[in-house]
């Protein structure tokens, strides 16, 4: 018996469903991303794009999502800017590792995995040391038995995928077929298999390597395991989203793993309204009506805290000396703040309200008590009505050793 009811069971094992679904949409968003920024938002005309598109729907990630991801992609909406890096290392007893990630920050990503490996008995390699033993393929998973249709034989799948392009069919396990295709005719061999009517499990382009490591026992195995875990472990974090109200912020941190996610904002209704676009991913959020200076936050609980509709509406210091303090409290230490306000060219009202404007060292220094400078930028909003306004963005990591006020 685990747990102590039947609902603690079927509740835990709901939570893992959907943190596992959670780093999945989170994956497949930042691939379709990048795909649209290095080939265009056409998946038509960008193959790369259309296959992690394909991936995205077979994954029952919503369109809307999708399509907000293309954009972001593009340049057509605001959002982080990803990289794609490969690692290369060795897990134990000498497995060849490649790690490919996107990441929107190169330095910490990089000491991440290489402390990944160190804690799990494996080792960081110099480029090229790993990468020699494999090779990017195009692999589609089909399944042996499929709902709906008779089984899917060997000689059956051959004429129809070899034509189209395929190199390779293997069995993946008892209920699995596996097609190796090149790079190139991946979407080909994908389209011959839906025009025979032949259900495929998964579609993408993987390193695979051209020799294997048996390994002697099942503990040699679980080392290995250990640590690709460790490598593909989630980055859902605490976040809140300060004055999110009506934003869509709240959308992509759960789509992007995050499983421990607030929003704070003065109006309820705005809120009754994200809760309403959310549908059952509501759930999944904590909703606070409140006041950023005064709330009730619990203390060192945020991993970040996101604002870029609350700090410039207050033009007292009073204001913004609770604000800071606010932030310092709920903020956990290597957390960070990430604030957006208006610069100093920006408008001077907003909303009919007055506004404070910032440059970049000026709102550091209001943090400096608790924050470091981590990053920096200047953005040109444009709004629904066509006019630009010009933001200053600062990221600020809070310190270790500062206890909250």
């Given at each position: 018996?685990?747990?102590?009811?039947?609902?603690?069971?079927?509740?835990?094992?709901?939570?893992?469903a959907d943190?596992?679904?959670?780093?999945?949409?989170?994956?497949?968003?930042?691939?379709?991303?990048?795909?649209?920024?290095?080939?265009?938002?056409?998946?038509d005309?960008?193959?790369t794009?259309r296959?992690?598109?394909?991936?995205a729907?077979e994954?029952s990630v919503?369109?809307d999502?999708?399509?907000?991801?293309?954009?972001?992609?593009?340049?057509?909406l605001?959002?982080?800017?990803?990289?794609?890096?490969?690692?290369?290392?060795?897990?134990p007893c000498?497995?060849?590792?490649i790690?490919?990630v996107?990441?929107d920050?190169r330095n910490?990503?990089?000491?991440?995995?290489r402390?990944?490996?160190?804690?799990?008995?494996?080792?960081?390699?110099?480029?090229g040391?790993?990468?020699?033993?494999?090779?990017?393929?195009?692999?589609i998973?089909?399944p042996k038995a499929?709902?709906?249709?008779?089984?899917?034989?060997e000689?059956e799948?051959?004429?129809?995928?070899?034509d189209?392009?395929?190199?390779?069919?293997?069995?993946a396990?008892e209920?699995?077929?596996?097609?190796?295709?090149?790079p190139?005719?991946?979407?080909?061999?994908?389209?011959?298999?839906d025009?025979?009517?032949?259900p495929?499990?998964?579609t993408?382009?993987?390193?695979?390597p051209?020799?294997?490591v048996?390994?002697d026992?099942?503990?040699?195995?679980?080392?290995?395991?250990?640590?690709?875990d460790?490598?593909?472990?989630?980055?859902g974090q605490p976040a809140i989203?300060?004055?999110g109200?009506?934003?869509?912020?709240?959308?992509?941190?759960?789509v992007r793993?995050?499983?421990?996610v607030?929003?704070?904002?003065?109006?309820?209704?705005?809120l009754?309204?994200?809760?309403?676009?959310?549908?059952?991913?509501?759930?999944?959020?904590?909703?606070?009506?409140?006041?950023?200076?005064r709330?009730?936050?619990?203390?060192?609980?945020?991993a970040l805290?996101?604002?870029r509709?609350?700090?410039?509406?207050l033009?007292?210091?009073?204001?913004?000396?609770?604000y800071?303090a606010?932030?310092t409290?709920?903020l956990r230490?290597?957390?960070?703040?990430?604030?957006?306000?208006?610069?100093?060219?920006?408008?001077e009202?907003?909303?009919?309200?007055?506004?404070?404007?910032?440059d970049?060292?000026?709102?550091?220094?209001?943090?400096a008590?608790?924050?470091?400078?981590?990053?920096?930028?200047?953005?040109?909003?444009?709004?629904?009505?066509?006019?630009?306004?010009?933001?200053?963005?600062?990221?600020l990591?809070?310190?270790?050793?500062d206890?909250?006020?």
């Amino acid at each position: 018996m685990s747990g102590h009811s039947k609902w603690a069971t079927i509740k835990h094992k709901k939570g893992a469903a959907d943190k596992a679904r959670g780093k999945l949409f989170a994956k497949l968003i930042r691939q379709v991303e990048v795909a649209a920024r290095e080939g265009g938002g056409d998946p038509d005309s960008n193959p790369t794009l259309r296959t992690m598109f394909q991936k995205a729907r077979e994954a029952s990630v919503p369109l809307d999502t999708i399509d907000r991801a293309i954009k972001r992609g593009t340049g057509e909406l605001e959002g982080v800017r990803y990289e794609q890096i490969a690692y290369e290392g060795y897990a134990p007893c000498g497995v060849a590792v490649i790690v490919e990630v996107l990441t929107d920050n190169r330095n910490r990503t990089g000491a991440e995995v290489r402390s990944a490996f160190s804690k799990n008995g494996g080792s960081m390699a110099e480029p090229g040391a790993v990468s020699w033993q494999f090779e990017r393929k195009g692999v589609i998973l089909v399944p042996k038995a499929p709902a709906g249709r008779g089984p899917v034989t060997e000689d059956e799948l051959m004429l129809v995928v070899l034509d189209a392009g395929a190199e390779d069919i293997a069995e993946a396990g008892e209920e699995s077929w596996q097609v190796t295709t090149p790079p190139t005719e991946l979407n080909a061999v994908r389209a011959a298999l839906d025009e025979a009517g032949i259900p495929a499990e998964s579609t993408e382009l993987s390193m695979v390597p051209t020799t294997v490591v048996a390994l002697d026992s099942e503990a040699d195995a679980k080392k290995v395991l250990r640590l690709i875990d460790a490598l593909d472990a989630p980055l859902g974090q605490p976040a809140i989203d300060v004055g999110g109200g009506r934003a869509t912020l709240v959308d992509d941190l759960l789509v992007r793993g995050f499983r421990d996610v607030s929003v704070l904002d003065l109006s309820a209704n705005a809120l009754a309204e994200a809760r309403r676009r959310l549908g059952l991913q509501a759930e999944r959020v904590r909703w606070i009506v409140g006041d950023a200076t005064r709330v009730d936050l619990p203390a060192a609980h945020y991993a970040l805290w996101h604002d870029r509709a609350v700090f410039h509406f207050l033009v007292e210091p009073e204001e913004q000396a609770r604000y800071v303090a606010a932030a310092t409290r709920a903020l956990r230490g290597g957390g960070h703040l990430v604030i957006g306000c208006f610069a100093p060219d920006g408008p001077e009202r907003c909303s009919g309200l007055p506004v404070a404007r910032h440059d970049a060292d000026g709102l550091a220094r209001l943090f400096a008590a608790a924050f470091d400078p981590v990053a920096r930028s200047r953005e040109l909003h444009r709004t629904p009505a066509g006019k630009e306004q010009a933001f200053t963005y600062v990221v600020l990591r809070r310190r270790e050793d500062d206890a909250s006020p």
